[in-house]
């Protein structure tokens, strides 16, 4: 019913106009006199006005959005100009302009009120709040035209789809986060920076072609023949950073955290592997440079939290279970969870597991109770709020 009756809007106000000066005419003609008359003429350019303003198709009107960037960092708002233009002259009075938005963009959206006369072209720059992380959706440009008093009124929306994508927050890191348990005889570090992509595991006879690089100049000197040096590609080693996608009062702040761990160790040149458990995830075996950051950055700003009830999808559990060390990031510890993780990373040798709190809270006794399952698999449990991201070491509850 609605769409019809803002169809037809128009067309009623239109018969209310031609009523109005049908009775301000009879009124003139039968009661006579200047004063009648006088309204009559006065209200004789309004209502002309009202009635070829209907006949003024708004489907001349065209618009275009031209946007600073398409992808905006984290606190940041939109800015976006859109230009009209029209090929009919005509006195087009009050036109008003709006943006429409998908409904996953919360916020109010600009709108301005201008007298467009016989311009051609009319240009609008507008500036939004700062919006929040994830995808959205510009639909297009909605335009309402009316004469002086409202008695028209012509709405018309011109579709101008563009996805506006907002990035995580990031926050700056003294070093990326590491874990170092001397208990176990082994430094068991989140993210190695990896200076080389192999390692000597042995050596074998020199084949043509091989790099100087790889020659092992030891057992020349030992034998006389050239020999060259067994390469194990390191890639296998490289750690693993997992982003629980369960709900969670601070699934913003987990996704916001991963994004600055991810940053901090392209920075510093260290190998990374990111995987993200839910419906919406992802794994990226490596996250070593500018392209495959950026695409780490686009999947965690539409990373959206699974609904209860599936803790680690089929999906995403096939690269877990073949991880050895991995560092983690998950809300509120629940014994449950942990329980589900361990059974799913039931390769894993540690690493460390970080789970992000509120501000001014304290992890609980079931919280508690799922940490030590956790540090009884190998595993350094850390509680850290959105303050101690830059520092995470000083977060935590440790084994």
């Known amino acids: 019913m609605k769409p019809f009756l803002r169809k037809a809007g128009p067309l009623f106000r239109l018969i209310g106009i031609i009523a109005v000066l049908a009775g301000a005419f009879a009124y003139a003609r039968f009661q006579g006199g200047a004063v009648s008359w006088t309204v009559f003429y006065m209200v004789l350019p309004f209502g002309l006005y009202g009635i070829l303003l209907y006949i003024y198709p708004l489907r001349a009107v065209t618009a275009e959005r031209e946007v600073g960037r398409r992808e905006i960092p984290y606190g940041s708002p939109l800015r976006s100009t ?13 036109i008003s302009v709006k943006e429409v938005t998908g409904s996953a963009t919360q916020i109010p959206m600009p709108s301005t009120l201008f007298v467009w006369g016989f311009r051609r072209q009319k240009e609008w720059s507008y500036e ?14 909605e335009i309402e035209a009316a004469d002086f008093f409202g008695w028209m ?75 060259s040096k067994e390469l194990e590609d390191r890639r296998a080693q490289d750690l693993l950073l997992v982003l629980d996608g369960s709900p969670s009062p601070q699934f913003e702040e987990q996704v916001g955290f991963a994004a600055s761990i991810l940053k901090k160790s392209v920075e510093t040149r260290s190998a990374a592997g990111f995987l993200s458990l839910g419906e919406s995830g992802i794994a990226i075996p490596r996250v070593e440079g500018p392209d495959s950051l950026r695409a780490a950055m686009l999947h965690l700003a539409r990373f959206s939290p699974t609904p209860a009830g599936g803790y680690l999808p089929p999906a995403g559990s096939r690269s877990l279970a073949a ?20 059974r799913e990373a ?26 030590r399952a956790a540090i009884a698999a190998g595993f350094d449990v850390r509680f850290v709020t959105e303050r101690e991201f830059g520092d995470p070491e000083r977060g935590g509850v440790r084994r």
């Open 82 to 94: 859109v230009r009209l233009g029209r090929r009919f002259m005509f006195p087009l009075l009050y």
């Open 128 to 141: 939004t709040e700062p919006l929040r992380r994830g995808e959205h959706v510009l639909e297009g440009i």
């Open 153 to 227: 009124r012509k709405r018309r929306f011109i579709p101008l789809r563009q996805t506006i994508t907002v990035l995580p927050k990031v926050t700056d890191m003294q070093e990326v986060p590491s874990a170092a348990s001397e208990e176990r005889g082994s430094a068991a570090a989140s993210f190695a920076s990896v200076k080389e992509s192999s390692v000597a595991t042995g050596i074998r006879d020199y084949q043509p072609g091989d790099r100087l690089s790889r020659i092992h100049w030891p057992a020349f000197a030992r034998t006389g023949e050239l020999h």
């Open 323 to 342: 991880a050895r060390t991995m560092t983690v990031i998950t809300g509120p510890l629940t014994e449950a969870w942990v329980s589900a993780f361990l």
């Open 346 to 371: 039931r390769q894993a040798s540690g690493g460390i597991l970080f789970s992000v709190i509120g501000k001014g809270e304290y992890p609980g006794r079931g919280a508690l109770e799922a940490a």
